[in-house]
């Protein structure tokens, strides 16, 4: 039942059978629907978002996440992007991000969880962007029924903050996704989608990047830490054109992202390579 609680107790969030992190909280919301969202307020991390158990983000270090998937594929395009595609995102935060830019034209996004939506908005209404803007089209709507609706070769980016393959977000994960993906991407465009946190869950990455070799001519993985994970998360992009990847051709500045980040974006542990052979 949805409702707002008082108290603080300490809540973990499990990891594997034997590890978590735990923290003290206050329980701001909580409801079982598509998936069990749950919203606890932390004297630290502020208020955080937690779905089916996992920590989504936090207010203090949510904008490197957002940051990072929004702002280095844009750096990699010849133009700031007019046209882009979300699919997930429904905190808003890449939204937020894509608003900043000169010359957005238009962007589509499809979450399939409106209760997320509404949530965020009510909660984390100061990092969200603005939906009211007449050139966004928000749409609760299945990702990959979104994108197989989508036309051919239309968005300069596509951004798939979605959560990891577990429950609905398992097609976005598949060889079929990202041969649409391939579709609705311009020549000179770039995807970028999240693959989970390397040293808990390398199948993820594993899986993602063994599908979407299948179906983009060029394909890399970047690393990003963001404390609240307490790990590295993995993000993998594509493309349809061979890119300098660890140039930013268009340059933008956050509160993390600045362009000389490319580099360290793209340079992986060694270990990681185990994970995309």
Known sequence: MGGDLTGRFWWREKIFRDFGHSYLVELVY????????????????????????????TERDEFIYHETITYLPCSLLPHPPETVLIIGGGDGGVLRELQKIQGLKR?????????VFELCQKYF???????????????????????????????????????????????????????????????????????????????????????IIEVFPYVKVARAFVPCYGEEIAFVLASKEPKDWTRAITKYFGKYYHPELNSYYFSLPANWYNYIK
């Open 30 to 57: 909580e409801e079982r629907a598509l998936q069990k969202i749950q919203i606890f307020r932390n004297p630290t991390w502020g208020y955080f978002l937690v779905l089916d158990g996992i920590v989504q983000f």
């Open 107 to 115: 962007v589509d996004q499809y979450e399939i969880d409106l209760l």
């Open 125 to 211: 209404f100061k990092i969200a962007g603005n939906y009211e803007d007449n050139r966004v089209n928000f749409i609760i709507k299945d990702g990959l029924l979104g994108l197989k609706e989508s036309p051919s070769e239309f968005y300069d980016l596509l951004i798939i903050d979605c959560t990891d393959p577990v429950g609905p977000a398992q097609s976005l994960y598949t060889k079929t996704f990202y041969e649409e993906a391939q579709r609705v991407l311009k020549p000179k465009g770039v995807f970028i989608q999240q693959a989970s946190l390397p040293a808990y869950f390398p199948h993820v990455l594993t899986n993602a990047y063994r599908n």
